[in-house]
């Protein structure tokens, strides 16, 4: 049984869901007191269950595997007995054979005849924005308060005069960076760094930007660049501090360089362009036990419906599908795409072990609280984000994205990161689900944020843009939700902000991913 939807049958009642017919545990909806009955013969609650949390309904010996969704989330590490608590006391990691069986359930979607279209700013070289910024690039930390400093001239809520004149420009931000510096120059770190800027730089929603420095890192911006393909004209201006004489002179000159842009950014218009021009990141961070059942298949619902319009959905987080990695083999478009996402686990494996971690330090304390207990059961839920739809292929951090459909982007699981990797690549817009309330957003890409249930959305809707909470009352379907979220990217590509960018979410989650020595 695959986990990338929720089976048509799936048992449910006003207090528990099963998911999945060969399922051991099944998910409380609400706090249930003890000795509560649940709907199997002579099962009750054998203590207080949390919401979101996990319960027995069989009698299972200390070293057996555990099954929700139909699949293995972990195994006994003690004796559980029908109707207790099922969580990180109980239940425990451990190996496993996954059959890869690659490309055998990759079955092509079936494009639409008329496919949906959002207003799109269609830059000179043909490519598509959702958004109109101009930007300001670091090349190091130094480099870093300049960088903010000539943004926050352009602030609305500061200076309401500085972008009056100029209604089409959504902004000017500054993101910026802790790294740049103490470097290997010849080394992955550095060049990592690199790919991430230079796709930023790229990125069509900037209609102009800057690339500020110091002027003695290692991260040097005429071989950033060179390394980039980036040529200074008249959209990029690239200086530092050391060469313009100080942080006051390099402020008003950065400020100076923005005024001549902004007549030019500001001479855009919204235009019809087809969905195929979307490229999606596809995120979910603070996860609850009802990610996996509620927000996450509603985007993936909404993930396929984007394939079948010619659209592009990057999944990553490549800690957070170990375990479930198998499920996307199966649907790999060819096996060398299959082997491609297996290379990248074994990576991690040996990542995690040159430096005495463990990939299951996945789940986060929130995510356990919540009711998430492996690394396992939260990736079976983080892959239902990419909905049933091929995998086209497989791409490392921040590497431009080309391929139209579903494809994996690695990343770390910490969601600034792996965000600002989709984002270098392409990405134009986010999505991004949550359980326990994240605060998030990844400009110059808008972000729409969903909730996994109604307790989250009655608390936090300021940060929230939809409620899949919904799912779990039986009040709305993951079909019928899926389709309305297809609908609300469209707005949201066509310029309707989210939630995230009314509260000013995107600058300080730039966070590119640093791997490697500082010396």
Known sequence: MQTDSIPENFKQTARIIQLNAQDDVVVALEQLMPDTPLPFENINTAGMIPPGHKIAIRSIEQGEPVKRYGQIIGFASQPIGPGEHVHTHNLAMGDFNRDYAFGEDAQGPHPVAVPATFQGIIRDDGRVATRNYIGILTSVNCSATVARAIADHFRRDINPDALADYPNVDGVIALTHGSGCALDSEGEALKLLQRTLGGYANHPNFAGLLVVGLGCETNQIPTLLETQGLQQSERLKAFSIQTKGGTAKTVAHGITQIKEMLPTANNVQR?????????????????????????????????????????????????????????????????????????????????????????????????????????????????????????????????????????????????PISATGQVAGGANLICFTTGRGSAFGCAPAPSLKLSTNTALWEKQSDDMDMNCGQILEGQRTIEDMGAELFERLLQLASGIPSRSELHGYGQQEFVPWQIGAFV
Request: hydrophobic letters at 40%.
């Open 271 to 415: 235009v019809a362009v087809p969905a195929s021009e979307l490229i999606i990141g596809l995120q979910c961070g603070g996860s609850d036990g009802y990610s996996g059942i509620s927000a996450n298949p509603v985007l993936g619902a909404a993930v396929d419906l984007l394939v079948k319009h010619g659209g592009t959905a990057i999944l990553s987080e490549t800690p957070e599908i170990y375990g479930a990695e198998h499920l996307l083999t199966r649907r790999a478009i060819t096996p060398e795409v299959g082997y491609k996402l297996v290379a990248r686990i074994r990576w991690w494996e040996a990542y995690c072990a040159r430096h005495g971690a463990e990939i299951n330090n996945n789940p986060s304390a929130g995510n356990k609280a919540g009711g998430l207990t492996t690394v396992l059961e939260k990736s079976l839920g983080g892959i239902a984000k990419g909905g049933s739809t091929p995998l086209i292929d497989v791409y490392e951090y921040a590497e431009p994205v080309r391929s139209h459909g579903l494809v994996f982007m690695d990343t770390p699981g910490f969601d």
